[in-house]
């Protein structure tokens, strides 16, 4: 009794001494500051993480694609049907908007392991631990850039024009990308500490998909729903990317949104990176 007592004892005191840490705001910053400024070296090997993936294969990356291509292809037979509406007027946006969550669901699902997928290299080398939240945002833009193909094929085949607005998807992968650093930053810190973090999140995504207007329009609910479905972070993310591949200008509130979301976001994940840091390798 006495031995579980003090193992009790010790825990508490363990748990209030983390909390009671002084916030290093300086080395939180100085870590996202060099992190950033190394990017010969996560670019370097974002592609190479892509190339691992499918090495020894004829078609490399282009498997994601054609997985995703085989994927839309198969889905646009039945759900046209049910939303009564054309293949052909549907294929394009359910294409834009599958490559769009992909792309997001990522980056969240791959951020909460961030930190644990790179114990090995956390707890042997001192480096910036942002390194690894930039390569893998970049690894997913790269099979972004691979998945966006399967957009314009779509959009060639069906002779749909998208003007200059098409541009606008640069604009929207920024958002995407400065969204999925801070994202990977403060889930990877929680899911470090907490394993059940990843498979929760990832159950999350699932029920999200099918909650998001990815595979059905907003339009074709009433109203007065809108207001509560736009709520959806997720929603503002995938429009930001969506529209401009369909030849559209997102709405304004999607950008003052993802923008406002980014700001605050980041201040929350830098919070949680000053505080809680230096505890990541003890967590690995």
Partial sequence: MATEARSATRSRIRRLQLFSLEPQYAVAWDDLRRGFMEWPIWTRLGWQD???RYRRTML????ATASLGMFIGGMVFIWAPLFKTTVTGYLPFLAAGMVAWTLISSLVNEGCTTYANG???ITQLNFPY???NYILVWRNIIVFFHNVLIVVVVNLALSISV???VLLVIVGLL???VNGVWMSVLLGIIGARYRDIPPFVANVMQVLMFITPVFWNLAQLPATTHGYLKLNYILHLIEVLRAPMLGQVPELSSY????GGAVVGWIVAFVFFAHFRRRI???L
């Fill in 281 to 283: 390798a003890y967590w």
């Fill in 163 to 165: 003007g200059a607005h």
């Fill in 130 to 132: 942002s390194i690894l």
């Fill in 119 to 121: 114990g090995n290299v």
């Fill in 50 to 52: 892509v190339k691992r």
């Fill in 175 to 177: 958002i995407v990308a």
């Fill in 60 to 63: 490399g990356p282009f498997w």
């Fill in 256 to 259: 003052v949104i993802t923008i």
